[in-house]
T-cell receptor, first 116, second 115 residues
Framework: SQQGEEDPQALSIQEGENATMNCSYK?????LQWYRQNSGRGLVHLIL?????REKHSGRLRVTLDTSKKSSSLLITASRAADTASYFC????????????????FGQGTILTVHP | DAGVTQSPTHLIKTRGQQVTLRCSPK?????VSWYQQALGQGPQFIFQ???????QRGNFPDRFSGHQFPNYSSELNVNALLLGDSALYLC??????????????FGPGTRLTVL
């Protein structure tokens, strides 16, 4: 089964609006990562938040992490048409000794459409 | 500084054939992971190579095999192709430090179509 589950599956908004996507996971993690994928191409790393962090910002992106609820959210502020893409959360499971080795488990993603 | 590169970009094969996909990691990276992404799905982890050895493997049959070379580049081989192997194959590289491999950088992928 998927480690990360994104919600909603699809989101359609107008340019300038904010977009919020949520991710839930099942096992203990060292960190959680968000990726963007444009139209079946390679994934672009957006942001990584570690398990001891609660919030992180990068430009128009804000990511929160609640380890007690095993959930994370990605907020894109003042969205642009160029933000149209699929967004995935991914987690490397926490292994023995706290190592993870980077095996990422992805959810099915949220398809974001931003209308000009 | 070149990012992760993959070749070929697209590939069409028929059932039963064998295919080899190639990946060159980002400069300074020593770990290569391969993922399969079916249409409309998230990427699924196939395996990861570090120091020329398979370190972790996902739930994929033995038809999927790989190799990592001394220069850290990697190949993914799939034998006896099935229609269900049609997917986007993604390579990701990272730098392993102290047992952790954090941010993974993905290549553009190879689109494999099996007819």
């Amino acid at each position: 089964s998927q480690q990360g589950e994104e919600d909603p599956q699809a989101l359609s908004i107008q340019e300038g609006e904010n977009a919020t996507m949520n991710c839930s996971y099942k096992t203990s993690i060292n960190n959680l990562q968000w990726y963007r994928q444009n139209s079946g191409r390679g994934l672009v790393h957006l942001i990584l938040i570690r398990s001891n962090e609660r919030e992180k910002h990068s430009g128009r992106l804000r990511v929160t992490l609640d380890t007690s609820k095993k959930s994370s959210s990605l907020l894109i502020t003042a969205s642009r048409a160029a933000d149209t893409a699929s967004y995935f959360c991914a987690t490397p499971p926490r292994g023995a000794g706290g190592t993870s080795y980077g095996k990422l488990t992805f959810g099915q993603g949220t398809i974001l459409t931003v209308h000009p | 500084d070149a990012g992760v590169t993959q070749s070929p970009t697209h590939l069409i094969k028929t059932r039963g054939q064998q295919v080899t996909l190639r990946c060159s990691p980002k400069s300074g990276h020593d770990t290569v992971s391969w993922y399969q992404q079916a249409l409309g799905q998230g990427p699924q982890f196939i395996f990861q190579y570090y120091e020329e050895e398979e370190r972790q493997r996902g739930n994929f049959p033995d038809r999927f095999s790989g190799h990592q070379f001394p220069n850290y580049s990697s190949e993914l081989n799939v034998n006896a192709l099935l229609l269900g192997d049609s997917a986007l194959y993604l390579c990701a590289s990272s730098k392993a430090t102290g047992g952790f491999a954090d941010t993974q950088y993905f290549g553009p992928g190879t689109r494999l179509t099996v007819l």
